[in-house]
Structure formats: structure tokens, C-alpha cells
């Protein structure tokens, strides 16, 4: 079920309970957890068996990998590792990045760049417009 899918389904739920809660309420459930969107990405590569100059590279000889979002450094990944999942990402587009650095410090140029885009997803609802208060 999608992210999409649930909300509908919950605000379906809640419209039809008994004693459904203030309009304000769902409002500000489902804006926090749309506006936030709560998408992440795995990010998967293959570690490198060679040096630059063609020599091997063991996975014994691999320190960290470092991993990167535009060019800022978001993780490290230890020893030989080839997986990393991103915290939440903000909309719009993220290209990921990873360095190796060996067991003596040297560190490779970063890798390919691999793209993801978390679109935005619901613009919030309008303002109540009609709000009245009558004294009791």
C-alpha cells in the first residue's frame, strides 16, 4: 500500500468513527507526516578490487566509505560494506556520491553519481474560512 493509499484509507477510517476527532487534529496528523514525506533511499555499489594502478585491493585494506548528498558528506559506511540507507530526505533532488579510503588513508575519487527526486507530495488543505463563536 502506498503512502498515498494509507492516508486515504485513514481519513476514510476517522470520518467514520463514532466520535471523529476535530477537523484540526487530522489536519495536522497527516501534514506532519505528508510534509515530512518519509522517504529514504537505499543506496547499494560494488567495492572496488583494485587500486588506481591496477594493483589489489582486499577488503581487508578498506577502512570506510564515506557517503555523500550534493557533495555533503551524510554517512560512513565501515570496513567493506556496500550499503547505506539515507535518513529521511527533504523533497526536490538528492545525487549521492561515496568515496573509499583504505586502511593507510589513502581515499578514491568519488563514485558515479546516482540520482533519486522525492517529489512533494499534498499541498497542505485550505484555512477554515467560516469559524464562529456565539457566546453561551
Known sequence: M??????????NFLRRRKKPPSPAVITQVVLNK????????????????TRTDGTPLTALEIDHQ????SGNMI???????????TGVLTTGIHNFTVTVTDTTGHTSAP???????VPVTLQPP?????LQAVLN
Open 2 to 11: 502506498s503512502f498515498i493509499d494509507f492516508l486515504t484509507w485513514l481519513l
Open 34 to 49: 505528508k510534509g515530512t514525506n518519509m522517504a529514504t533511499s537505499t543506496l547499494t555499489w560494488t567495492v572496488p578490487t
Open 66 to 69: 564515506d557517503v555523500f548528498d
Open 75 to 85: 554517512g560512513t559506511v565501515q570496513g567493506a560494506a556496500n550499503t547505506f540507507t
Open 111 to 117: 563514485s558515479n553519481t546516482a540520482t533519486v527526486t
Open 126 to 130: 485550505s484555512a477554515i474560512m467560516d
